[in-house]
């Protein structure tokens, strides 16, 4: 039992020491408004709302803000997010992704950040995310 105890401790110590970052975030996804094409294309207003947890034990929640449009079963958007963690620091991230509809990659650039979440400013992170019933599951991973 000890054995299996010190196993469990020395990979959450690495978790916890690593030089990534990751994140893995649900939420749920609004369109305030939405222009639709003849083709079927469109261009919509996105708000999103959702809680987070990180690889070194902070979670929160987050709330964005943006667009995006579709053309031709294609995705192209940009979200601003707000978000708070467990000890009340902050960071603000844009989100960017020009992929198919319904999931993809993209990248996350730190805008600012308090506290903890000073050394992100400036880096560049890549995320996934898939979208279902109306909802959201999202993972990125950055290196520190």
């Given at each position: 039992?000890?054995?299996?105890?010190?196993?469990?401790?020395?990979?959450?110590?690495?978790?916890?020491?690593?030089?990534?970052?990751?994140?893995?975030?649900?939420?749920?996804?609004?369109?305030?408004?939405?222009?639709?094409?003849?083709?079927?294309?469109?261009?919509?207003?996105?708000?999103?709302?959702?809680?987070?947890?990180?690889?070194?034990?902070?979670?929160?929640?987050?709330?964005?803000?943006?667009?995006?449009?579709?053309?031709?079963?294609?995705?192209?958007?940009?979200?601003?997010?707000?978000?708070?963690?467990?000890?009340?620091?902050?960071?603000?991230?844009?989100?960017?992704?020009?992929?198919?509809?319904?999931?993809?990659?993209?990248?996350?650039?730190?805008?600012?950040?308090?506290?903890?979440?000073?050394?992100?400013?400036?880096?560049?992170?890549?995320?996934?995310?898939n979208y279902s019933?109306?909802?959201?599951?999202?993972?990125?991973?950055?290196?520190?």
């Open positions: 039992m000890q054995y299996i105890t010190i196993i469990y401790i020395f990979f959450l110590s690495t978790a916890l020491l690593s030089d990534d970052y990751i994140i893995q975030w649900n939420g749920e996804l609004k369109y305030s408004q939405t222009i639709r094409y003849p083709n079927d294309s469109t261009y919509k207003i996105i708000q999103s709302f959702g809680f987070w947890e990180d690889n070194k034990g902070y979670y929160g929640k987050q709330n964005c803000l943006g667009w995006s449009k579709n053309f031709d079963k294609s995705e192209t958007l940009e979200v601003n997010c707000e978000a708070i963690d467990n000890d009340g620091d902050k960071f603000w991230v844009i989100l960017e992704r020009d992929s198919e509809i319904g999931a993809g990659i993209g990248n996350a650039t730190y805008l600012a950040g308090s506290g903890k979440y000073n050394k992100l400013i400036g880096k560049t992170c890549k995320y996934a995310v019933q109306g909802g959201f599951f999202y993972k990125q991973k950055c290196k520190l």
